[in-house]
């Protein structure tokens, strides 16, 4: 597979995880239940509303 196509696969599978995180987010924030996250080698529930993404 070259390069060109790769990088276009890329940017499309980025795009469609982005979009799948910002509707799990407001899923979660409509429903009131929190988001079960990784953070420093530990899994912790966090409420969907303090959740920012980078």
Same mark, same amino acid.
């Given at each position: 597979?070259? &390069?060109? =196509?790769?990088?276009?696969?890329? /940017?499309? @599978?980025? /795009? !469609?995880?982005?979009? !799948? +995180? $910002?509707? !799990? &987010? *407001? ?5 009131? +239940?929190?988001? !079960? @996250?990784?953070?420093?080698?530990? +899994? +912790? *529930? @966090?409420?969907? /509303?303090? $959740? =920012?993404?980078?």
């Amino acid at each position: 597979m070259s &390069v060109k =196509r790769l990088s276009s696969m890329h /940017k499309k @599978i980025k /795009k !469609a995880m982005s979009e !799948a +995180v $910002f509707i !799990a &987010v *407001k899923e979660h924030e409509e429903l009131g +239940v929190p988001l !079960a @996250i990784w953070k420093n080698g530990k +899994v +912790v *529930k @966090i409420s969907a /509303k303090n $959740f =920012r993404l980078k």
